[in-house]
């Protein structure tokens, strides 16, 4: 809330707040002292209304008092209930100022009398407290007390306040009213005043006038505002005029200064352009006067390889060979000057380190008209260039003699005409046609009429890169040649041209064909060997399969029956029949091991493989499950590694060739150590290693490979049973699965089997 | 079991013939055995067909032992056709064979051999096969309904 400041406020308000506040306070003053004056007055009627009513009272009770009749003194006060203003009265005796009778309008046993007091009339707290003395006949009776309630004084105050009140508000509505009109008289013409100079000093116009009726302080201050006014706008026309002309001075002034400024920057900036030109430029400048070196730049010095204090005023002499070359150059370009304004002429220099370059040398004078002042001299090395130019010679010459004495036939042609533009002497002699019947031929017409089209679709798109392929060339003599080029691009005599490298193959295509030919022929020999090969194995297998299942059947009677008979008729033979009977039994059981051993040996080749992952361990395990008995019998130990990996194989063909060694070092074991037999494994990068170790007899190198083969037995049938089928069945097995099977073994101390199986690469694989 | 379980067998070879009668005497088995020497004979016994048609003399077998290489009609043959027949199918029929071939077992088991046995070389062989047969089937086995 902003607080209120008179002094901010608007005049309208000032005056209407003085006019309001003087008449609010004559009103207060007026309104008070009414109220004060009506106040005492009925005041006083109450005072003297009461003293009545005591001294009424008291009369009455002059003879209960005189004869100190309570009783009577009581009836009488009882009258007063019908004044509804005396809530309390009492009597006191005149003899013991005790109080003798006493009557309250509404009975409150707490309220305490007070005691006899002189004469006195007191307002407290509402009320009126009265002691009046009693005379009878100017004699002492008594007195007596009355409290009367003052309530009438509090209603006529608060009446009171609420009109004066209601007078106030309307008073102040009336004034508001008047002032807010009287007001204008004032301000308006003072506002307008204030309106009028704070447009002036807005728009500083001082042209207008103000005019105002009255004749009063207002009209004064009218008038010498008015006046002031005048003064100014006449001041305020001088001063423009002056102005203007001031511009006008200032204006032309600028544009003079502006000029020169910027001929000043102009001349700043060709010399600065002059100057870095002077000491940039990748050419050596120098100021010459009388051939003596006056001012050079630093690319003259690092040109000639001098600092700056070397050459300065130094003549021109120290730079060239000898005199001779000195006078020559001054003489021609001097001379030469004289026509053109500017010469120049190719030389040598020699650098402060002693090594010649080579420059063109320009010079032109400073001032067209006054030799006098000087030459500019420039000087260009062109050592780099001559350089190059002579590199460019030498190789030039090289490829030209690589080109014309490259003992393979070469070409260049254009690659946008085709013509051929350059052969060398090998392909004049390769293809038999002259040096002026190839320079008008183009590159189709060396081409069969079958790849004409085709050499030239291709030979468009050749460009920016190599290209090698086989192609054929007719030679003069019309013989086709098979070739293999090589081109690229080459800029040749100022044309797009490619060079090509052409190498006949003619004689190594006919090699090659025949070789290959001889191959297939080869190839189609060894598959139709191996297709009869095969068929022979298989009928060679399934007829060894039919010839033992067929010996089974008469082996069976003769087993069989040798068997009834040596059981049941036993007794009827001699001892002679019985030895033989056995001899019977024995050869049987034999003859059945050796059938079952081929037949299990012919159907592993008529088996199809079910190949699928499998644990070795567990494939030990059921195998082993057969032989335990047997190696409990003989002591035997038995110890397989318990990572053995799982390989993709055919389970029966693992449990046959397992099934087969455990039974073979069971079979060749020693006689005076315990067998020991363990199966270990290990990871190659060819796939798997099994190696089935046995403590056995062990068998010399030379028969190393021969116990793979079938019916191939080291020892005989009495010292060592067997039928010589079981390894060879091992072999085929491990064949079978891709693998390979050897023997490593030490006579006397044990044999090592080694099975390499192929990593798990296909597991659906099928048999081959 | 009051009647002996009855056991036909199919078998084209006399000696063999002799050695499965006498291990089944040598094991002390009670079962009436009647033999058959072909294929034709064996399903003509079943069917009661022909000098077979007095079942008092031929009974239905309770267990048929199938040799499978014979001449004419073979063993799958003989299989083929008691299973595709309603009154024979259930009769149990275990391949009795020298051939371990794994073409012949597949086939077997494909048209519906119930068991496969191995033809023992020696006489003590098959007295313990005939043994294992009549424990098995007769004793622990419980055949279909009628058979």
């Given at each position: 809330?902003?607080?209120?400041?008179?002094?901010?406020?608007?005049?309208?308000?000032?005056?209407?707040?003085?006019?309001?506040?003087?008449?609010?306070?004559?009103?207060?003053?007026?309104?008070?002292?009414?109220?004060?004056?009506?106040?005492?007055?009925?005041?006083?009627?109450?005072?003297?209304?009461?003293?009545?009513?005591?001294?009424?009272?008291?009369?009455?009770?002059?003879?209960?008092?005189?004869?100190?009749?309570?009783?009577?003194?009581?009836?009488?006060?009882?009258?007063?209930?019908?004044?509804?203003?005396?809530?309390?009265?009492?009597?006191?005796?005149?003899?013991?100022?005790?109080?003798?009778?006493?009557?309250?309008?509404?009975?409150?046993?707490?309220?305490?009398?007070?005691?006899?007091?002189?004469?006195?009339?007191?307002?407290?707290?509402?009320?009126?407290?009265?002691?009046?003395?009693?005379?009878?006949?100017?004699?002492?009776?008594?007195?007596?007390?009355?409290?009367?309630?003052?309530?009438?004084?509090?209603?006529?105050?608060?009446?009171?306040?609420?009109?004066?009140?209601?007078?106030?508000?309307?008073?102040?509505?009336?004034?508001?009213?008047?002032?807010?009109?009287?007001?204008?008289?004032?301000?308006?013409?003072?506002?307008?005043?204030?309106?009028?100079?704070?447009?002036?000093?807005?728009?500083?116009?001082?042209?207008?006038?103000?005019?105002?009726?009255?004749?009063?302080?207002?009209?004064?201050?009218?008038?010498?505002?008015?006046?002031?006014?005048?003064?100014?706008?006449?001041?305020?026309?001088?001063r423009d005029i002056a102005e203007a002309k001031l511009n006008t001075t200032n204006e032309q002034l600028h544009i003079e200064l502006t000029e020169r400024k910027q001929r000043e920057e102009e001349l700043k900036q060709s010399e600065g352009t002059i100057?870095?030109?002077?000491?940039?430029?990748?050419?050596?400048?120098?100021?010459?006067?009388?051939?003596?070196?006056?001012?050079?730049?630093?690319?003259?010095?690092?040109?000639?390889?001098?600092?700056?204090?070397?050459?300065?005023?130094?003549?021109?002499?120290?730079?060239?060979?000898?005199?001779?070359?000195?006078?020559?150059?001054?003489?021609?370009?001097?001379?030469?000057?004289?026509?053109?304004?500017?010469?120049?002429?190719?030389?040598?220099?020699?650098?402060?380190?002693?090594?010649?370059?080579?420059?063109?040398?320009?010079?032109?004078?400073?001032?067209?008209?006054?030799?006098?002042?000087?030459?500019?001299?420039?000087?260009?090395?062109?050592?780099?260039?001559?350089?190059?130019?002579?590199?460019?010679?030498?190789?030039?010459?090289?490829?030209?003699?690589?080109?014309?004495?490259?003992?393979?036939?070469?070409?260049?042609?254009?690659?946008?005409?085709?013509?051929?533009?350059?052969?060398?002497?090998?392909?004049?002699?390769?293809?038999?046609?002259?040096?002026?019947?190839?320079?008008?031929?183009?590159?189709?017409?060396?081409?069969?009429?079958?790849?004409?089209?085709?050499?030239?679709?291709?030979?468009?798109?050749?460009?920016?890169?190599?290209?090698?392929?086989?192609?054929?060339?007719?030679?003069?003599?019309?013989?086709?040649?098979?070739?293999?080029?090589?081109?690229?691009?080459?800029?040749?005599?100022?044309?797009?041209?490619?060079?090509?490298?052409?190498?006949?193959?003619?004689?190594?295509?006919?090699?090659?064909?025949?070789?290959?030919?001889?191959?297939?022929?080869?190839?189609?020999?060894?598959?139709?060997?191996?297709?009869?090969?095969?068929?022979?194995?298989?009928?060679?297998?399934?007829?060894?399969?039919?010839?033992?299942?067929?010996?089974?059947?008469?082996?069976?009677?003769?087993?069989?029956?040798?068997?009834?008979?040596?059981?049941?008729?036993?007794?009827?033979?001699?001892?002679?029949?019985?030895?033989?009977?056995?001899?019977?039994?024995?050869?049987?059981?034999?003859?059945?091991?050796l059938i079952n051993d081929l037949l299990n040996y012919s159907r592993l080749g008529r088996k199809s493989l079910d190949m699928r992952p499998l644990s070795l361990n567990k494939i030990i395990d059921t195998v082993y499950a057969d032989f335990k008995q047997?190696?409990?019998?003989?002591?035997?130990?038995?110890?397989?590694?318990?990572?053995?990996?799982?390989?993709?194989?055919?389970?029966?063909?693992?449990?046959?060739?397992?099934?087969?060694?455990?039974?073979n070092a069971i079979t060749y074991r020693r006689n005076d150590v315990p067998l020991e037999i363990g199966i270990h494994s290990e990871t190659v990068s060819e796939g798997y290693l099994l190696k089935i170790v046995d403590n056995g007899i062990g068998i010399?190198?030379?028969?190393?490979?021969?116990?793979?083969?079938?019916?191939?037995?080291?020892?005989?049938?009495?010292?060592?049973?067997?039928?010589?089928?079981?390894?060879?069945?091992?072999?085929?097995?491990?064949?079978?699965?891709?693998?390979?099977?050897?023997?490593?073994?030490?006579?006397?101390?044990?044999?090592?089997?080694?099975?390499?199986?192929?990593?798990?690469?296909?597991?659906?694989?099928?048999?081959? | 079991?009051?009647?002996?379980?009855?056991?036909?067998?199919?078998?084209?070879?006399?000696?063999?013939?002799?050695?499965?009668?006498?291990?089944?005497?040598?094991?002390?088995?009670?079962?009436?055995?009647?033999?058959?020497?072909?294929?034709?004979?064996?399903?003509?016994?079943?069917?009661?067909?022909?000098?077979?048609?007095?079942?008092?003399?031929?009974?239905?077998?309770?267990?048929?032992?199938?040799?499978?290489?014979?001449?004419?009609?073979?063993?799958?043959?003989?299989?083929?056709?008691?299973?595709?027949?309603?009154?024979?199918?259930?009769?149990?029929?275990?391949?009795?064979?020298?051939?371990?071939?794994?073409?012949?077992?597949?086939?077997?088991?494909?048209?519906?051999?119930?068991?496969?046995?191995?033809?023992?070389?020696?006489?003590?062989?098959?007295?313990?096969?005939?043994?294992?047969?009549?424990?098995?089937?007769?004793?622990?086995?419980?055949?279909?309904?009628?058979?």
């Amino acid at each position: 809330m902003k607080r209120f400041v008179f002094k901010n406020q608007a005049i309208k308000t000032k005056l209407v707040l003085i006019i309001m506040s003087t008449s609010f306070i004559a009103v207060i003053a007026a309104l008070i002292t009414y109220i004060s004056f009506d106040m005492a007055g009925i005041k006083n009627d109450l005072k003297k209304n009461a003293l009545l009513n005591a001294e009424l009272v008291g009369q009455y009770s002059v003879a209960p008092l005189l004869f100190g009749y309570s009783d009577e003194a009581r009836d009488i006060l009882s009258k007063l209930y019908s004044i509804p203003d005396i809530q309390d009265a009492c009597l006191y005796s005149a003899l013991s100022s005790e109080i003798i009778a006493s009557y309250q309008k509404t009975p409150d046993k707490s309220f305490v009398f007070p005691s006899l007091q002189n004469e006195s009339i007191i307002f407290s707290k509402g009320y009126l407290h009265i002691y009046h003395v009693i005379t009878f006949k100017e004699k002492y009776c008594g007195a007596i007390y009355l409290k009367i309630s003052a309530i009438a004084l509090k209603d006529r105050f608060q009446k009171n306040l609420l009109v004066s009140g209601i007078i106030i508000f309307l008073l102040f509505l009336i004034v508001y009213f008047i002032s807010s009109r009287l007001q204008k008289l004032i301000s308006v013409p003072i506002l307008k005043l204030a309106e009028v100079s704070e447009n002036l000093s807005i728009s500083q116009d001082f042209s207008n006038r103000l005019y105002y009726s009255g004749n009063d302080e207002i009209g004064i201050l009218y008038q010498q505002f008015d006046n002031l006014m005048f003064q100014i706008s006449q001041r305020q026309i001088e001063r423009d005029i002056a102005e203007a002309k001031l511009n006008t001075t200032n204006e032309q002034l600028h544009i003079e200064l502006t000029e020169r400024k910027q001929r000043e920057e102009e001349l700043k900036q060709s010399e600065g352009t002059i100057r870095s030109l002077f000491a940039a430029a990748p050419v050596g400048i120098g100021i010459l006067k009388d051939r003596k070196q006056t001012s050079i730049n630093s690319y003259w010095c690092k040109i000639l390889g001098y600092t700056e204090e070397n050459l300065l005023g130094k003549s021109t002499r120290m730079l060239y060979e000898n005199d001779n070359e000195w006078n020559r150059i001054g003489e021609v370009l001097y001379t030469d000057l004289k026509g053109k304004g500017i010469s120049s002429v190719e030389s040598r220099m020699i650098r402060s380190d002693g090594t010649l370059i080579y420059v063109i040398l320009t010079i032109a004078p400073i001032q067209q008209d006054n030799p006098s002042s000087g030459y500019l001299g420039i000087i260009h090395d062109i050592t780099g260039r001559k350089k190059a130019e002579e590199a460019l010679r030498i190789s030039e010459e090289r490829y030209r003699f690589l080109f014309e004495q490259n003992p393979v036939p070469m070409l260049i042609y254009d690659r946008n005409t085709f013509k051929l533009l350059a052969i060398n002497e090998v392909f004049i002699n390769h293809y038999g046609y002259s040096s002026d019947e190839l320079l008008s031929m183009s590159l189709p017409d060396l081409y069969p009429p079958e790849e004409k089209e085709r050499i030239v679709e291709l030979a468009k798109t050749l460009q920016s890169r190599a290209y090698v392929g086989e192609w054929h060339h007719i030679r003069k003599d019309g013989s086709v040649i098979t070739i293999i080029v090589t081109s690229n691009d080459l800029e040749y005599m100022g044309r797009e041209c490619r060079i090509a490298v052409i190498i006949d193959i003619t004689d190594r295509k006919k090699a090659e064909e025949e070789i290959q030919k001889l191959n297939q022929t080869l190839e189609y020999n060894v598959a139709e060997r191996t297709a009869q090969l095969v068929s022979i194995n298989k009928e060679l297998e399934s007829f060894s399969y039919s010839i033992s299942h067929d010996l089974r059947a008469p082996l069976r009677a003769i087993f069989g029956f040798s068997q009834i008979l040596s059981r049941r008729h036993r007794e009827s033979l001699n001892e002679e029949g019985r030895q033989y009977m056995d001899y019977i039994v024995e050869a049987s059981v034999r003859m059945e091991q050796l059938i079952n051993d081929l037949l299990n040996y012919s159907r592993l080749g008529r088996k199809s493989l079910d190949m699928r992952p499998l644990s070795l361990n567990k494939i030990i395990d059921t195998v082993y499950a057969d032989f335990k008995q047997r190696l409990e019998e003989i002591q035997a130990r038995f110890a397989v590694d318990n990572d053995l990996p799982v390989i993709s194989g055919d389970e029966s063909l693992l449990r046959q060739i397992f099934t087969n060694l455990i039974e073979n070092a069971i079979t060749y074991r020693r006689n005076d150590v315990p067998l020991e037999i363990g199966i270990h494994s290990e990871t190659v990068s060819e796939g798997y290693l099994l190696k089935i170790v046995d403590n056995g007899i062990g068998i010399p190198r030379e028969y190393w490979e021969k116990i793979f083969k079938i019916f191939q037995r080291l020892h005989s049938e009495e010292a060592y049973p067997g039928t010589g089928i079981g390894l060879a069945t091992v072999k085929k097995a491990v064949s079978l699965l891709n693998g390979t099977v050897w023997v490593d073994s030490v006579v006397g101390q044990g044999s090592t089997f080694i099975i390499s199986l192929p990593p798990n690469k296909n597991q659906n694989g099928k048999p081959s | 079991m009051e009647n002996p379980a009855k056991i036909l067998l199919v078998e084209d070879n006399q000696m063999d013939i002799i050695l499965t009668l006498d291990a089944f005497r040598e094991a002390k088995l009670k079962n009436e055995i009647k033999v058959v020497r072909n294929g034709q004979e064996a399903l003509d016994y079943l069917l009661g067909r022909n000098k077979f048609n007095d079942r008092t003399i031929y009974p239905m077998p309770n267990l048929i032992l199938l040799d499978l290489k014979m001449p004419g009609i073979d063993g799958f043959e003989v299989l083929r056709q008691i299973k595709s027949t309603e009154v024979l199918k259930r009769i149990p029929v275990i391949i009795l064979t020298s051939s371990k071939e794994e073409g012949d077992r597949t086939l077997s088991y494909d048209i519906g051999a119930n068991s496969y046995l191995l033809k023992p070389v020696s006489f003590d062989g098959f007295t313990d096969v005939v043994k294992k047969i009549d424990d098995y089937w007769f004793t622990l086995n419980i055949n279909a309904p009628g058979v």
